[in-house]
């Protein structure tokens, strides 16, 4: 939770923070413990973005129940005039693009181009949906029997409990409520604890795009007193989660006793490797997008440079140069490179990872340490850090860290970058920079990850494929693209006979 240190009983500018609520069976509302919490932005803890519902399992419960009811006749609606709220949707979201985005700067940190990145992948994605409304195939298939049809429909599944993330606050709420909508189910969303003022901006924007009511409902609060409520409750039919792999093991258990469809998107510490024969002035671009982009808060972020020897020291003084240049501060400012880390909790944890770097004996090439240059004063921020001399089985070579911290690991060829990209429990991407064709294909293959770009940073997934891991990344769901809305309904087979008589299959026939 995004709660300050120093004192800040006002709101920058003195203004009285807005007072946020849940929304629960169609309307506003406080929750039934009538406590709240302050969110602070991470760029100047004195910025109060609001006071928010600290809910709990009595909030769940309504929640669910108006879901459940609303569910009966949302099913019903048809595909294509439910898609056509998402085409709506996107129009409003286009219309209101740069207030979201200077919003959710203004909540979680990352520099303004990026929060409109955000909320553009939100829009694509509902532009997406609209055309999915009219593609939910099914199969038709010839009977083994004369006079008889074979068939399939998707089918909504019930009441999604949709738990989401704070770095990518508008994409990822999009990503899942979208999808889940479009085929039939309906909503609980609890949204992170540190980006709920844009979850209900998305939610005011899906009411305003004409989604029923109760189909749709927000409860603010933490994973213990909200998330476990909604993934054990007993009327929620399938959970998505994205978040830590610690968390999404407890909540994998927790819905699997239940037998609960559930699809989990979990960490990552992905690897972008660069060969001899990579561009080099394109690989540094890369690493310095994919590991300082979002201040390095990504699942899908570069944590990772495997650099083949020959090219070694000179990407490495590269990086140095360009990673001094970085300037930190409020993302709402134009000269700002990286903003803040979400949270104090979130920068101890890089300083703690810094600490373990240094102690592993790698070697620090620049940053490791906050930046305490003048307008980094009231904010989480910390300097964008490398380390090279990494080894394979270093702690920082292999944990997540989720913040500007950057480990460059030396090998000798192709074979040995394979091997060490490889050398994780992780999964999720992945980035090979080389010319030479055979090796681009040969990497595609052997990576272990559920995405992998030629010549490209480990970020910046397009909406419209499927998105997701491998190993301990998730649990082979993917979200994005079309396969979303394979986990958000399920296959229904139909057998119609015509033949007038009681046919019996595999006993007729043979
Ligand atoms: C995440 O890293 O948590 O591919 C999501 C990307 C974005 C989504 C990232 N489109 O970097």
Redesign the pocket.
């Known amino acids: 939770m995004n709660s300050p240190t120093p004192s800040t009983s006002a709101a920058a500018g003195g203004a009285t923070p807005r007072k946020f609520q849940n929304f629960i069976a169609g309307k506003w509302c406080d929750s039934v413990t009538g406590e709240t919490y302050e969110n602070h932005s991470p760029a100047n803890w004195k910025d109060i973005i609001g006071t928010f519902p600290r809910s709990n399992e009595e909030d769940v419960d309504r929640a669910v129940k108006a879901a459940r009811k609303a569910f009966k006749t949302w099913r019903l609606v048809p595909a294509a005039d439910r898609g056509n709220i998402f085409q709506r949707m996107g129009d409003l979201m286009v219309k209101h693009k740069e207030d979201i985005a200077r919003e959710m700067t203004r909540e979680m940190g990352k520099v303004l181009k990026e929060t409109m990145?955000d909320t553009q992948?939100a829009i694509d994605t509902a532009y997406y949906a609209f055309g999915e409304s009219r593609r939910l195939f099914g199969h038709t298939v010839p009977s083994e029997l004369p006079n008889k049809n074979c068939m399939t429909f998707r089918m909504p599944i019930g009441v999604a409990g949709l738990i989401t993330?704070w770095?990518?606050p508008s994409?990822?709420p999009a990503w899942k409520s979208f999808p889940a909508l479009l085929c039939g189910n309906t909503v609980v969303f609890k949204p992170a604890s540190d980006t709920p003022a844009t979850a209900v901006r998305l939610v005011e924007l899906l009411l305003e795009a004409g989604v029923p009511p109760d189909a749709v409902n927000i409860i603010h609060g933490s994973g213990r007193k909200v998330g476990i409520p909604l993934i054990e409750h007993p009327e929620v039919d399938l959970i998505s989660f994205?978040g830590s792999s610690e968390v999404g093991r407890d909540i994998s258990s927790r819905a699997g006793a239940r037998l609960k469809r559930v699809s989990l998107?979990l960490g990552?510490k992905n690897p972008q490797i660069v060969l001899d024969d990579g561009n080099l002035d394109l690989a540094l671009e890369a690493a310095l997008w994919g590991a300082f982009?979002?201040t390095g808060q990504?699942?899908?972020?570069t944590s990772r440079l495997i650099i083949q020897a020959g090219v070694h020291d000179k990407l490495v003084d590269m990086l140095k140069n360009a990673t001094n240049k970085l300037r930190c501060g409020d993302g709402l400012d134009p000269k700002t490179d990286v903003g803040p880390l979400v949270n104090e909790a979130q920068r101890d944890t890089v300083e703690s990872y810094v600490k373990i770097g240094l102690d592993e004996g790698a070697k620090l090439v620049c940053g490791g340490e906050r930046d305490t240059s003048p307008q980094c004063a009231n904010g989480w921020f910390y300097r964008p850090t490398v380390f090279a001399g990494v080894t394979p089985e270093m702690r920082i070579a292999k944990e997540e860290i989720f913040g500007p911290v950057l480990s460059v690991l030396k090998v000798k060829d192709f074979d040995e970058a394979i091997a060490v990209a490889n050398n994780v429990d992780y999964g999720?991407?992945s980035s090979i920079f080389t010319q030479d064709v055979n090796r681009a294909f040969r990497a595609m293959r052997d990576i272990e990850a559920g995405?992998t770009y030629i010549n490209g940073a480990?970020?910046?997934?397009?909406?419209h494929m499927p998105?997701g891991g491998v190993k301990d990344t998730g649990n082979g769901h993917r979200e994005g693209g079309w396969t979303v809305y394979e986990f958000f309904s399920e296959i229904k087979t139909i057998y119609v006979d015509f033949s007038g008589t009681l046919q019996k299959a595999q006993i007729d026939n043979y």
């Open positions: 990145g992948e993330p770095n990518f994409a990822i994205t998107e990552g982009g979002t990504r699942c899908t972020a999720l991407s995405i480990t970020i910046g997934a397009e909406c998105f």
